[in-house]
């Protein structure tokens, strides 16, 4: 097979491309693997929103067949926060698992073109296939950043739902003042905007403490 012409006219020798398709195939592979765990990741959290679902709807029974405890005392702020959270947080990781189309090669279509002879040589074909795999790394790409961007959201929302839902427990059981039921709100709130901001940055403090530049 001749050697293709670079973008400045120069011969490339064939071992390189070669030696290019190889490694586009092996970081394929690696997006595929990590679009998975994503995968894995996205439903682990949707089961564990399901999970605190069915625990607080047995608390709630639990707490309407109980004498002297009010039921009303439990739907507060809190609740209502705790609530959205676990909601959303629901929603994103099951977006998370049904968003990942990922490209894991060539396709029925590549193959029928070199049947029918669309391909005037082999140059041709590595041409059309060089193409191909930067469709694919960029498409899959695509879907990895999207992903961890919900899964992200869905850690923090589900994180944010359990610290309501505790904060609303507390104020049902303890039934404080108003005053201090808000101020424990409010405080509860910038403990938690710390915390997403944390969660959400982890990698930007990581690249900051050990200074790395890629």
């Not at 676990?86 to 070199?114: E, H, K, N």
């Not at 074909?125 to 193409?131: I, K, S, T, V």
């Not at 709100?185 to 901001?197: D, E, R, T």
Request: hydrophobic share 45%; net charge negative.
């Amino acid at each position: 097979m001749p050697d293709d012409d670079g973008p400045d006219g120069a011969e490339v020798p064939e071992q390189l491309w070669e030696s290019v398709c190889h490694q586009a195939r092996l970081t394929l592979d690696q997006q595929v693997t990590r679009i998975e765990n994503y995968d894995t990741k996205a439903v682990g959290i949707f089961r564990a929103n399901i999970l605190l679902t069915g625990l607080l709807l047995s608390g709630l029974a639990i707490v309407v067949r109980t004498d002297g405890v009010n039921p009303g005392q439990f739907f507060n702020l809190w609740s209502l926060f705790g609530a959205i959270g676990l909601l959303f947080s629901t929603i994103l990781s099951a977006m998370a698992y049904t968003s990942s189309s990922y490209d894991l090669g060539i396709g029925p279509q590549v193959i029928s073109d070199a049947e029918r002879g669309i391909y005037e040589s082999e140059v041709s074909f590595q041409d059309d296939l060089r193409g191909l795999y930067k469709q694919w790394l960029q498409h899959n790409a695509n879907v990895g950043k999207f992903n961890s961007y919900l899964i992200t959201g869905a850690i923090i929302l589900l994180m944010d739902a359990i610290v309501f839902f505790a904060g609303t427990v507390a104020t049902g059981l303890y039934n404080p003042s108003d005053v201090v039921s808000v101020g424990l709100f409010i405080l509860a709130v910038a403990i938690i905007l710390i915390a997403n901001l944390l969660v959400y940055f982890a990698e930007k403090i990581f690249i900051l403490i050990y200074q790395e530049n890629n």
